[in-house]
């Protein structure tokens, strides 16, 4: 059986080395990098605690499997909480028919949290969740998608599907023109909600005025200047959905909420967090959609919001559940009654999703800096490898 112990600053390369034996199909553009990154997220996040620590598996001197956690902080009308996020969950592919990925997730759950989360799990890791005594948020889990330009949607989805390039190239403008249409037909109209860009969006903004958008919301983040304004800088340096946006959205000086997201210019972008006073969902929710449009997005998505189905619903959102699991774990029952009964806050920005294991597009392109030739390899998130 492999001895489980807490992972250490100098198991870096050893974890890195794992990686590349793990996830073959991502590149980093140099292992140096991709050890920066690592250490960065886990030894040098804002939330870091000695008693929240990441796990690893050893067998004969050699790391065979890794759990790593980023502590983060939550609150429950008002009581605090300490989280530990899953966001790194791997097993050597040697011992995948092992115990191992069983003792990671057992150790990391014994630790002092009160809540364990986890945003993306697989179909594998949900199973063995379940197992070890956690639980499945299914309103979390389900995602909702919303087209602008649908022609424009209807052809990245096939080309996705391997139609041939110069069939997708020759439809473009046939679908720019249908595009044009619905965005002036009901219930689309993006044109008119578009007069005016709305204002960028700060850490301070957000830091002041997240309890008016948040004060009924049971279950919510817990955020600081400090890591909050850490937190929004490592999102931006994601790329690989498109370039960050971050935009307040008022009504003269009020501020009604705000919205950021990915914009992939022609593609679907990918929403990180939506916040809005009450009774404001759908003013903030129209100008998040009118602002993916009028930047050239061809749709948005994001996670739902339990608590603003139905203005998804108004607003011509389709949800679906595309086998990446939101799942939690706790002693606490009112914690999990939250989750489970949607009044929590649980965005993009609040689990792993925003962490770029995966690399960045054009990384495998480039020289490989420090790996003598080696490509260098990662990717996110408790995909189904342990």
């Not at 890791?125 to 209807?154: D, E, N």
């Not at 909600?193 to 002041?208: N, S």
């Not at 919001?305 to 389709?318: F, G, V």
Request: with cysteine; aromatic share 8%; glycine share 8%.
């Amino acid at each position: 059986m492999a001895a489980i112990r807490v992972l250490a600053e100098a198991d870096v390369p050893a974890a890195v080395a794992l990686f590349a034996r793990v996830y073959p199909e991502h590149r980093w553009s140099s292992r140096a990098a991709c050890m920066r990154y690592f250490r960065e997220m886990l030894f040098g996040n804002p939330w870091r605690a000695l008693d929240l620590p990441s796990w690893v598996a050893e067998e004969d001197g050699r790391l065979v499997g890794l759990y790593a956690v980023m502590p983060r902080r939550m609150r429950l009308r008002g009581r605090a909480l300490r989280v530990a996020v899953g966001c790194q969950f791997m097993v050597d592919p040697d011992r995948r028919r092992s115990l191992i990925a069983l003792q990671l997730a057992q150790a990391c759950l014994s630790g002092t949290q009160d809540l364990t989360l986890v945003d993306g799990a697989s179909d594998q890791t949900r199973r063995m969740w379940s197992g070890v005594g956690g639980s499945v948020s299914l309103l979390h889990s389900l995602h909702w998608t919303r087209p602008l330009r649908p022609a424009r949607y209807a052809l990245s989805l096939l080309a996705q599907r391997a139609l041939p390039g110069a069939m997708t190239r020759a439809a473009r403008p046939l679908a720019a023109a249908a595009d044009w249409l619905a965005a002036r037909l009901r219930p689309n109209r993006f044109f008119r909600e578009a007069t005016a860009a709305d204002p960028a969006l700060d850490a301070r903004t957000m830091l002041a005025h997240l309890p008016e958008m948040l004060h009924d919301c049971p279950l919510q983040p817990d955020y600081d200047p400090g890591s909050l304004a850490w937190l929004l800088e490592q999102a931006a340096r994601k790329t690989r959905h498109g370039s960050l946006r971050a935009r307040a959205v008022r009504s003269g000086e009020r501020l009604l909420g705000w919205y950021l997201y990915y914009l992939e210019r022609g593609g679907a972008g990918e929403v990180l967090q939506v916040a809005a006073r009450s009774g404001a969902f759908d003013q903030v929710l129209r100008r998040l959609l009118a602002d993916a449009w009028r930047q050239g997005a061809a749709a948005l998505r994001g996670r739902l919001d339990p608590r603003y189905a139905q203005e998804l619903s108004e607003r011509h959102c389709w949800l679906r559940c595309d086998s990446t699991w939101t799942l939690a774990h706790s002693r606490h029952a009112d914690v999990l009654a939250a989750i489970a009964q949607g009044d929590a806050f649980i965005s993009r920005l609040d689990g792993e999703w925003w962490l770029r294991f995966l690399g960045e597009p054009g990384a495998g392109a480039e020289a490989a800096l420090d790996g003598g030739g080696d490509a260098w390899r990662t990717t996110s998130t408790l995909r189904s490898n342990a």
